[in-house]
């Protein structure tokens, strides 16, 4: 454990910790049991060396999340304290803005029915498929690229409406844009972009079928584009972006070094 003792006037003694306490997501890290019994708002250093408060317990936690000052798409400001660099332009932090405007929140909703028709019959086929695949290949099975992840990469690209077969290239670039890194590295907003353009792509590819043969989320905004007039102002990078973003938030795990929630300081610099 990193520790440095930080006095000052009137103040006692306390840890300053390096965050993440543990780049493993699969053992709790030690410091975790006395944070919570003796500091459950600690004074942490982040990845990229900014200070921040870090809360490790349910109820502090919870009160942060629901507290409207702790605004994600603040966390994107220049000069603000950070977890870790930002892997994507600093303006897509702020989707969720564009998601609530313009009727794009119930298309979203509507699309991400799990109920909606199809979609259990699609996915239990889809299983099906893959688990024959594994066992036609034999033991040792790697059930996370054999199943798991074009199972997920399956159910997403239905929701959205776009290939499975161009699954590949849309988790590749997930790697990248998941990336905890200390500073932006380059390309890291090459990667963003490429994307972008896929997506805007069957956006003009659902724009181009009838009516009734469009498909997922992009189908619903290519009807948007069409009959709505408040949606008039948004573009085709834009609705591209919802869908980049919830592919991305849906089909990646949270990278390895933000499994504990680190809550940035509201009233300014520690």
Not at 144 to 171: I, Y
Not at 230 to 242: G, N, P, W, Y
Request: aromatic share 6%.
């Amino acid at each position: 454990m990193s520790v440095e003792r930080l006095e000052g006037p009137g103040t006692e003694e306390r840890p300053l910790l390096d965050f993440p306490l543990s780049r493993r997501g699969d053992v709790l890290p030690q410091e975790c049991a006395w944070l919570r019994e003796k500091a459950p708002v600690a004074r942490v250093r982040t990845l990229t060396g900014d200070p921040a408060r870090l809360m490790s317990s349910y109820a502090l936690a919870k009160q942060v999340r629901e507290d409207e000052r702790f605004s994600l798409k603040d966390t994107a400001n220049a000069g603000v304290p950070r977890q870790y660099a930002l892997t994507i332009p600093s303006e897509v932090v702020n989707n969720m803005g564009n998601i609530n405007s313009a009727g794009l929140r119930g298309a979203m909703m509507k699309a991400l029915n799990p109920r909606q028709q199809g979609l259990r019959d699609l996915l239990r086929a889809r299983a099906g498929e893959l688990l024959d695949a594994l066992v036609a290949e034999g033991g040792p099975a790697d059930l996370r690229a054999g199943f798991a992840d074009p199972f997920s990469a399956a159910l997403h690209c239905q929701v959205l409406g776009v290939p499975f077969e161009d699954r590949r290239r849309l988790m590749s670039g997930l790697d990248v844009a998941f990336t905890t890194a200390r500073e932006p590295f380059a390309d890291s907003a090459l990667n963003w972009y490429k994307d972008v353009g896929y997506f805007a792509d069957r956006l003009n590819d659902q724009l181009a079928l009838a009516p009734e043969e469009r498909t997922g989320l992009l189908g619903r905004f290519a009807e948007l584009k069409e009959a709505d007039p408040e949606s008039a102002h948004l573009t085709d990078a834009m609705f591209a972006t919802v869908a980049v973003s919830l592919f991305g938030a849906g089909r990646s795990p949270p990278p390895r070094s933000s499994r504990s929630r680190c809550s940035r300081c509201s009233s300014g610099p520690s």
